[in-house]
């Protein structure tokens, strides 16, 4: 009986012990996982710094070009009716140019932009998400710890018990025994 007992707390300790190291591993995957996303997430806030900084040389070779276009018109205004013509053209093809490419970089700065913030709102998402799960593993392993000290002490109770019943089963067994010898033998 106190065998089989023991045997059965033994088995429960080891249970518990396997659920709890399936849990940590589990929440260690986990843990790893909201890392990667992080790195993820600082690589393409890289990415949109580096596309920012693209967007301010466009911006600044744009100034440049307008500024150009300013002074080529300063100067064109001194040519001749049909000059002027051909630079007036080549002045708005010049300008319908750079109206593009301001356009472009700028809608593709706002595209950026907007799946940054909606990748950041994902993050933090799932790290709160992440931090809500480990605090419950957190808790679960308390309440495992627990459960272990349990059994433990249990056991310790269960062999203190049966060495206790082994050492008076040992005692009587003595005196039966001595008794035996001092009883009158038959002939």
Known sequence: GTIAR??????????????????VSRSERQLQTAFQQQNQMQQHLSNVLMEAESM??????LVKLITEER???QQTSQL??????????????????????????????????????????????EVRHLQKLLQARQREMQGLHQQKRDAE????????????GQEHLHEGLSQIVGLGSLSPKKK
């Open 80 to 125: 001749n009716g049909q000059e002027l013509g051909q630079l007036h053209v080549q002045l708005k093809a010049l300008r319908a140019r750079a109206d593009k490419k301001v356009e472009k970089a700028s809608r593709r700065l706002a595209e950026q932009e907007e799946r940054h913030v909606k990748q950041q709102d994902e993050f933090q998402h």
């Open 56 to 61: 301010v040389d466009e911006r600044q070779k």
């Open 153 to 164: 002490q249990q056991l310790e109770l269960l062999w203190n018990s049966a060495a206790s």
């Open 6 to 23: 023991l045997e059965e707390i033994c088995q429960v300790h080891s249970r518990l012990q396997k659920k709890w190291q399936n849990r």
């Open 71 to 73: 002074r080529v018109h």
